[in-house]
């Protein structure tokens, strides 16, 4: 390992990783000065061949790419981002000003990975996987020796996802190819996931680490817990290999990891122009968001689905079984991932991709025309014509209905209601006198023990004319006064008939006691007044009238 002249070793904590994420160590490999800067890029060098960018550059180096790093914030001033970053909001929630020291560690690390593009003429310093490609810094966590962190790490997880998603939006907003974001979260926010839809509907492929809570974690539980963003739908989750290919113990494995990245002891340079060895799923983010970066320059109208699957399908170093939860389908390979995403993008042109389904049952070619003929014009007229003529038929048949239907009859036929009677009464249309019933028993003038007084004689029906069929008239009432006998028609049980209000009992229902047989007997819906004391009308006593006693009408209301 490399020291930058006359500077002890120094480790230092990776930073910008939220909870759920381990912190990784960064080693300081070498200073900005071009004396050591050769050596910095001969480190490298194993991390730029087990990627296999060098063919890819013979296509492409990432130009015509904005890259949206949603990180601690980066500091574009180093070497080698110099004229590559484009500084954007700031979502932490703290205001640190960007000339601290601790300000944008992390997110200068990761910058120069996709973008370091090195110094002096390039052939110095970091050269990121696609050098010509450019940043644009959102700030949306904070380093953890950022002035800031204390107060950042106290905020509500709903309030801090909400900034990332806040975020999304604003790379979304910014027309990026590529988000990148090296960063997670255990608890899943409806919020970002929504953000990070948008994005992908935009076009732009999402990139994040898949966690550094590998270890004692996976051996505790059987994998390590799911980090978000990365275990959302259309994320393309990384973990992290080290040198020999294997996985990093650090590195989350779970099914949110599609693919790996060297993340262990990678070069990369800091926001102080100083190089380190940063190791974590982070590194390995930046390196696949790089890789994307050069698909999107070759490719810009492809999906990020097919994007995804560029580089989910090419990998190298591959599992037993073509897939685990600790690499993936296996390393990132730049060279490969261009190959197949051309080919992708010439299938999503031509309809290659959907030969199998456009041919099934004959395809298009197969399905019939559609057997109904253009009306003429001839026809639309008479379709018209036959519309219009229903229609008139209709008006008028409605019009007929109305004007010359037959008024409803005002009363119930055999019925005369009395406006003072509660429920209705079957007598003479209010023919009552002071303190008389016509044509029925006094209300409840029963004394105890049997019926007082005798039943007051009803005054002659009036003249209500001609009668219609099937109605008595009311002027053949018996002498006794009665209105009716319970046999005849419209007035008894034979007509079926019932005051409105009064109580119809069912088949075979028992009469009240002492209210005789239930046939052609209609109870009283409404008590009405509180019954009088009872008094002597001076008439006989004893029991009430039969049902066929013509001095009481059957039908009557008591």
């Excluded at 650090?250 to 949110?256: A, E, H, M, V």
């Excluded at 926001?271 to 999107?296: E, F, H, M, N």
């Excluded at 010359?404 to 209601?417: F, I, K, L, Q, S």
């Excluded at 109605?471 to 006794?480: E, Q, T, Y």
């Amino acid at each position: 390992m490399l020291r930058p002249a006359l500077r002890p070793r120094r480790w230092r904590t990776l930073a910008g990783v939220l909870a759920a994420l381990l912190a990784a160590p960064a080693v300081a490999v070498g200073s900005a000065g071009t004396a050591q800067a050769d050596p910095v890029r001969q480190q490298e060098l194993w991390v730029l061949n087990a990627i296999d960018v060098a063919g890819a550059w013979q296509h492409t180096h990432g130009s015509g790419v904005t890259v949206a790093l949603i990180d601690s914030g980066v500091n574009g001033q180093v070497s080698d981002l110099s004229g590559s970053v484009t500084t954007g909001r700031d979502f932490s929630g703290v205001n640190t000003p960007p000339t601290d020291a601790n300000w944008g560690v992390h997110g200068t690390w990761m910058a120069s990975l996709i973008a370091g593009h090195g110094h002096a003429g390039g052939s110095s310093g970091i050269m990121g996987v696609s050098p010509a490609a450019k940043i644009l810094s959102i700030r949306a966590v904070t380093d953890q020796g950022d002035p800031g962190y204390r107060r950042y790490q106290h905020e509500s997880e709903s309030r801090v996802q909400g900034h990332l998603a806040d975020a999304i939006s604003y790379a979304t907003s910014k027309r990026v190819s590529v988000i990148s974001m090296s960063l997670g979260y255990q608890g899943q926010s409806r919020q970002v996931r929504a953000a990070i839809s948008d994005a992908l509907a935009k076009g732009i492929v999402v990139v994040a680490s898949s966690g550094n809570s590998g270890g004692a974690s996976s051996g505790t539980h059987g994998n390590a817990p799911y980090s978000f963003p990365a275990d959302y739908p259309g994320v393309l989750g990384v973990g992290a290999v080290a040198q020999n290919g294997l996985p990093a113990g650090f590195s989350s494995d779970n099914l949110s990891v599609q693919v790996a990245a060297p993340g262990v002891r990678v070069p990369a340079q800091g926001r102080d122009g100083q190089y380190w060895l940063v190791s974590g799923t982070s590194p390995a983010c930046a390196l696949t968001a790089g890789v994307a970066a050069l698909i999107k320059s070759v490719y810009p109208a492809l999906a990020p689905a097919l994007v995804v699957q560029a580089i989910t399908s090419s990998t190298s170093n591959k599992p037993q079984g073509s897939y685990d939860q600790e690499v993936g389908f296996g390393t990132v390979d730049a060279t490969a991932a261009l190959k197949i995403a051309g080919r992708l993008a010439r299938d999503q042109g031509t309809g290659r991709g959907f030969v199998a389904a456009a041919k099934f049952g004959g395809g298009t070619a197969a399905i019939p025309p559609v057997p109904v003929a253009a009306r003429t014009k001839r026809q639309f007229l008479v379709d018209s014509l036959i519309a219009l003529a229903c229609l008139a038929v209709v008006l008028i048949v409605a019009f007929r209905l109305v004007v010359t239907r037959r008024p409803a009859a005002a009363g119930v036929p055999g019925v005369w209601p009395s406006p003072g009677a509660p429920g209705g009464w079957a007598g003479p249309p209010d023919s009552r006198g002071p303190g008389v019933w016509a044509g029925a028993a006094p209300p409840d003038a029963r004394g105890p023990g049997g019926w007082a007084g005798t039943a007051p004689s009803a005054p002659s029906p009036p003249d209500l004319g001609p009668q219609e069929p099937g109605l008595p008239d009311p002027a053949a009432s018996s002498a006794s006064g009665a209105w009716s006998d319970s046999s005849g028609t419209g007035y008894g049980r034979s007509a079926g008939y019932w005051a409105p209000g009064g109580y119809k009992p069912s088949a075979g229902y028992p009469s009240p006691p002492g209210y005789g047989s239930s046939d052609g007997f209609q109870p009283p819906a409404d008590p009405g007044p509180a019954p009088a004391e009872p008094q002597d009308l001076g008439g006989h006593g004893g029991d009430p009238p039969a049902a066929d006693d013509d001095t009481w009408p059957a039908s009557g209301q008591w």
